[in-house]
């Protein structure tokens, strides 16, 4: 199994800035995509960015242009930087892996704790 830790929530102004980290307890060439989600009160989870092992990057259309997801290969570390942040921002923000296990020759998610990201109007 993966683990993920996350770390970089809080409380911040709307306008302003968070950066979220995510460190795999592998390496991420290893893990086939590295991923945000977030999950508001209400609301169905839904995905932020993620990132494949060769590098490539998608987006959610509402993110895009205020949120840039990277990786550190040498600290097994996926972050999000979220600038420009709204209210309707505010939501628990969990870190995914969706990686390929050979025992079982099958995929599986592994997910974080989650970290509370809160924007106040």
């Known amino acids: 199994q993966v683990q993920l830790v996350e770390s970089g929530g809080g409380l911040v102004q709307a306008g302003g800035s968070l950066r979220l980290s995510c460190t795999a307890s592998?390496?991420?060439?290893?893990?086939?995509?590295m991923g945000w989600y977030r999950q508001a009160p209400g609301k169905q989870r839904e995905l932020v960015a993620r990132i494949t092992s060769g590098g490539t990057i998608n987006y959610a259309d509402s993110m895009k242009g205020r949120f840039t997801i990277s990786r550190d290969i040498a600290k097994n570390t996926v972050s999000l930087q979220m600038n420009s942040l709204k209210p309707e921002d505010t939501a628990v923000y969990l870190c995914?892996?969706?990686?390929?296990?050979?025992?079982?020759?099958?995929?599986?998610?592994?997910w974080g704790q989650g970290t509370q990201v809160t924007v106040s109007s």
């Open positions: 592998k390496s991420l060439f290893s893990i086939n995509t």
């Open positions: 995914n892996a969706y990686y390929y296990r050979d025992y079982e020759q099958d995929f599986f998610d592994s």
